[in-house]
């Protein structure tokens, strides 16, 4: 069974950066569209970044200039590098992917677990 895996969290000062990596627990086909989302305490979840199935990003306003997601050439393996992170950027980040498991599969659609990032001096 397909689970997606977050990986690259931890604790970083104010300013420093981070890479997120998402990729699935199995072989897959591909990874089509994807995005990164986070939660903080208290605080609904929200839409950090998104990746189409065309390479088309978007982001939220209080990460531009500073977050870029990409997916490799393979389309397996989803990215979030996080520079000039803030106090605020504190959260648990989570994956979200639309994956089509082999090249006849229709696309589904997978969270993950979830990686905390914490950002404080």
């Known amino acids: 069974q397909v689970q997606l895996v977050e990986s690259g969290g931890g604790l970083v000062q104010p300013g420093g950066s981070l890479r997120l990596s998402c990729a699935a627990s199995?072989?897959?086909?591909?990874?089509?569209?994807a995005g990164w989302y986070r939660q903080a305490p208290g605080k609904e979840r929200e839409l950090v970044a998104r990746?189409?199935?065309?390479?088309?990003?978007n982001y939220a306003d209080s990460v531009k200039g500073r977050f870029f997601i990409s997916r490799d050439n393979a389309k397996t393996t989803v990215y979030l590098q996080m520079n000039s992170l803030e106090p605020e950027d504190t959260a648990v980040y989570y994956c979200?992917?639309?994956?089509?498991?082999?090249?006849?599969?229709?696309?589904?659609?997978?969270w993950g677990q979830g990686t905390q990032v914490t950002v404080s001096s």
């Open positions: 979200n992917a639309q994956i089509k498991e082999r090249a006849w599969s229709s696309l589904r659609d997978y």
């Open positions: 990746i189409a199935s065309n390479g088309n990003t």
């Open positions: 199995v072989s897959i086909f591909s990874i089509n569209g």
